[in-house]
């Protein structure tokens, strides 16, 4: 049984005695931040992952073809697979049911041998018993060997030895489990995101069927159901990223290898937007931060491009400008899948692959595959060199636009936007940033503000729609500009001055929150600034930076009370506590500047009164095509879009 040590500090010394030893799963139930990554949301959502990848596992083996997720009306996640199922006898070393085995001691798995899984996901054999541990009851029932057997565990520990219930022509596992609310401090699983993860590994197994319900109804009052079958696999994958948007040339680029045991797969395309757009995997899992795997394929591809426009562009008009690796990727889609035997991840969560001998692998690999592509299809050659030479170009101009921005900046006598009522603390992590819609409600923001920590941003009119612009036009455009330097941390490797990398360290402000009038207009701004940030500052998203501020839709005054509705069920709420009252008048807000301070400071920026929204792309597929649906050149999606949502707008604010 896997112990764990942990030292507890005493108050008069330390000894012998301060040592506990934790026995097998309480482990995990002291630390599951440890073995899980936290204990909030994203931990909670983890489990069902640890379960899916060992019935994905039987997948990459060959022996299952299907996976149903089943969310239970009690929030338990039912995981059923028709894999092999798992061994039911006796361990031969342990003494023990080799599924309680697997349920209740680390590392303890078909990963470890030879003879199990040639890959696998999963957390290195710890994530079932993970999951049994972390969870107030689990149930696993196996079809195996023509017979039916069932055993049940109580946060990490059996109820009963587990029992035959009979035969059966079924094969597979079922594992239904409750997560523990003394652990998790939430509680309510997401469709969305599960079903996002569940689609990612359809594609990435073509040939898979995955399946989610819900039997949690929705507002409509029915349950929501996805079955995601991909034959074309990650070619397709790049296919359904790219659908809004309009295609270099038809057919994704697919490549399929095994190199030194190492099989690898690649698909891409471009399109005419200038967005990149990169999905990472090893074993299934991906790898948000990339790794070796990434370095090499993006090595493999700057090379093979850079020797092809040698050819096309001819040695004068290449000499124009130097073509750079960020060029290769204006406008790229891809997804890059390896899968190995023994990965090293860096971190617990495996967000970045670290084995250094893959670089090489994917580099060679890539490296030959893309030449001889690029050698068979001149057309489609061509399109692309024009494509990253074009990119170039407006890098180089994008260059120049920085260097006179800096100018002028130090002229004016540089620091911060003179537009910027900045705050009196220079702490990040207690500092708040609004960017407000309009000079008018800028005024009142700034008389409204605690100046101690609320920096206050007016924003002149709509930003630029960065989704159909180059790098030169945005950093030209003076309002993104202003909100750049405010939040000290640049546009990633976007940004040509800032050395490739998005500079978290110089963020000024740890919340960053959009406030705009509750009108057509106001939306608008608020997608714009939205497109903005997901394109150019995604770590902002990512780590829970940006907030949209909700100012109330409705004043309703009876005598010399006031009282604020954030929406229609509020405000009907509120009409009927007060009843048809004599003097009762309500107004309908349609801009921030119809509030004087005190009303702005009181609904929408005191801390202790505000409603603020969290922004989160728990499916980061879904949202990359809503920004370029809604924003992009193409016109034809945003007209199915609204032909066939119109139905659901109530009061239209034109």
């Not at 239904?176 to 401090?185: A, G, H, S, W």
């Not at 967000?351 to 060679?364: A, P, Q, S, Y």
């Not at 595959?369 to 994008?398: G, H, M, Q, S, W």
Request: charged share 30%.
């Amino acid at each position: 049984m896997a112990d764990n040590i942990v030292v507890e500090d005493g108050q008069k010394g330390y000894g012998a005695s301060d040592i506990k030893v934790l026995e097998g799963l309480e482990a995990v139930r002291k630390r599951p931040a440890m073995y899980i990554g936290s204990t909030d949301g994203r931990g909670l959502h983890h489990l069902v992952y640890e379960v899916v990848d060992n019935s994905v596992d039987e997948a990459l083996a060959g022996y299952c073809s299907r996976v149903d997720v089943v969310i239970t009306k009690e929030n338990a996640v039912r995981v059923t697979d028709n894999g092999r199922g798992i061994p039911t006898d006796i361990h031969p070393t342990q003494g023990i049911g080799t599924v309680e085995l697997v349920m209740t001691v680390l590392h303890a798995g078909g990963k470890f041998g030879e003879g199990g899984y040639k890959v696998s996901a999963g957390l290195h054999g710890v994530g079932v018993s993970c999951v049994n541990a972390l969870s107030s009851r689990l149930e696993v029932t196996v079809y195996r060997d023509g017979k039916e057997f069932f055993q049940a565990f109580e946060r990490g520990a059996p109820v009963a030895p587990g029992v035959f219930k009979g035969e059966t022509d079924k094969r597979g596992t079922v594992i239904q489990f409750l997560p523990d609310t003394e652990i998790f401090t939430e509680s309510e699983y997401n469709f969305d995101t599960l079903s996002a993860r569940l689609r990612e590994l359809a594609f990435l197994n073509k040939g898979l069927t995955v399946t989610i319900r819900d039997e949690r109804v929705d507002e409509l009052g029915e349950e929501r159901f996805h079955e995601f079958h991909f034959p074309g696999g990650i070619a397709a994958f790049v296919e359904y990223m790219d659908h809004n948007k309009k295609p270099l040339f038809e057919k994704p680029v697919h490549f399929e290898r095994e190199t030194q045991g190492l099989p690898l797969e690649i698909a891409f395309r471009y399109n005419e937007g200038y967005t990149e757009s990169m999905f990472s995997f090893v074993n299934n899992v991906n790898t948000v931060d990339g790794g070796t795997h990434v370095v090499g394929f993006k090595s493999a591809l700057t090379r093979a491009i850079n020797n092809k426009a040698k050819e096309v562009l001819g040695k004068n008009k290449k000499n124009d400008v130097e073509l750079s690796g960020e060029d290769m990727r204006e406008g790229l889609v891809a997804v890059i899948s390896v899968k190995l035997h023994e990965p090293q991840f860096e971190g617990q969560t495996k967000h970045k692959l670290g084995n250094g001998e893959v670089k090489g692998i994917v580099e060679t690999a890539t490296f030959e595959l893309l030449t001889t592509f690029l050698e068979e299809n001149p057309a489609t050659a061509r399109k692309i060199v024009d494509k990253v030479y074009n990119a170039a170009i407006a890098r180089e101009a994008a260059r120049k636009a920085r260097q006179m921005a800096r100018r002028k900046s130090v002229l004016e006598g540089g620091g911060l936007p003179g537009k910027l009522a900045d705050c009196s603390s220079r702490i990040p992590a207690e500092c708040e940033l609004y960017l407000v819609e309009g000079d008018s409600a800028g005024g009142s923001a700034k008389q409204g503000r605690d100046r101690a920590f609320q920096a206050i941003l007016p924003l002149k009119g709509k930003i630029l729609n960065v989704e159909k612009a180059r790098m030169d036009k945005i950093l030209a455009n003076e309002e993104i500009a202003t909100m750049t330097q405010a939040i000290g941390c640049g546009l990633g490797e976007n940004d040509p001055e800032n050395g490739g990398g998005f500079k978290f360290d110089k963020l000024r402000y740890h919340k960053i929150i959009i406030m705009t009038d509750a009108d057509v207009d106001g939306s608008h701004i608020q997608t714009l600034l939205l497109t903005f940030f997901c394109r150019y500052m995604k770590p902002l998203i990512d780590n829970g930076i940006l907030y949209l501020a909700q100012p109330p839709l409705y004043k309703i005054k009876s005598g010399k009370t006031e009282r604020y509705a954030f929406d229609e069920a509020e405000k009907d709420e509120i009409l009927a506590t007060l009843g048809d009252r004599k003097g009762l008048y309500m107004q309908r807000y349609k801009g921030l500047g119809e509030m004087n301070p005190e009303q702005l400071a009181v609904t929408t920026m005191n801390p202790g009164t505000r409603i603020l929204k969290r922004v989160s792309m728990e499916d980061v597929v879904e949202a990359d095509q809503i920004f370029t649906m809604l924003m992009g050149e193409e016109v034809e999606p945003r007209r199915k879009f609204i032909e066939e949502n119109a139905h659901l707008v109530g009061d239209l604010d034109v």
